[in-house]
């Protein structure tokens, strides 16, 4: 069966440290993978999206990067935190010529 | 901002009550979704709609989209306390692999 994990499941971070969020996609190949935040009580920002290993296209300028270094595996990375990377961070897989986001647990990301 | 709009930004209504909201998107779509969150988890899809098609069912729930005014409506009739939620659409733009979602709807639905 087709599973999505993600890890850490909450993350305390003083400002200026490194961020390494991971997301691993089970029983499926070559899927599409997506990184959203949310903001406390608010919609989800489009992060990073990516069609294929070492494929990965932007969509917010910020402190934030992703990777895809395996088929199935997506990593959201930062190098110095900030305040503003507070937030909710859920990874979303889909399988290519599908419509349907299925999305991981997420990770919650405290900044201070 | 690509970002949808949804209204109302909070609801709350009591069990047995139908739940209407409504999602606003900008650009051209092939489909739209909703997709619940309970809080603090990872969002699930209810349903999909795609652009040819005007209104779609799925037990309780009812989808319409009117592509000519970019909106889309999810009622969800005889509401229960399991329906607390908060509520999502989201657009997949038409030649992009994105998926664009709105702010949300925060049911709560009184027993």
């Known amino acids: 069966s087709q599973t999505i994990h993600q890890w850490p499941a909450t993350l305390v971070q003083p400002v200026g440290s490194p961020l390494s969020l991971e997301c691993t996609v089970e029983g499926t190949s070559n899927p599409n993978l997506y990184w959203y935040r949310q903001a406390a009580g608010r919609g989800l920002q489009l992060l990073f999206y990516?069609?294929?290993?070492?494929?990965i296209s932007s969509e917010v300028p910020q402190n934030l990067s992703a990777s895809r270094p395996q088929d199935r595996q997506f990593i959201l990375s930062s190098k110095k935190l900030l305040l503003s990377d507070s937030g909710f961070y859920l990874c979303?897989?889909?399988?290519?010529?599908?419509?349907?986001?299925?999305f991981g647990a997420g990770s919650r990301l405290t900044v201070l | 901002s690509q970002q949808g709009e949804e209204d109302p930004q909070a609801l709350s209504i009591q069990e047995g009550e139908n739940a209407t909201m409504n999602c606003s998107y900008k650009?051209?779509?092939?489909?739209l979704q909703w997709y619940r969150q309970n809080s603090g988890r990872g969002l699930v899809h209810l349903i999909l709609i795609r652009s040819n098609e005007r209104e779609k069912h799925s037990g309780r729930l009812r989808v319409t989209l009117d592509t000519s005014k970019k909106s889309s409506s999810l009622l969800i009739t005889a509401s229960r306390a399991a329906d607390t939620a908060s509520y999502f659409c989201?657009?997949?733009?038409?030649?992009?692999?994105?998926?664009?979602f709105g702010t949300g709807t925060r049911l709560k639905v009184l027993a």
């Open positions: 979303a897989w889909r399988t290519s010529g599908a419509n349907v986001l299925t």
């Open positions: 990516s069609v294929g290993i070492g494929q």
């Open positions: 650009t051209s779509i092939n489909n």
């Open positions: 989201a657009t997949d733009l038409s030649g992009t692999y994105k998926y664009i």
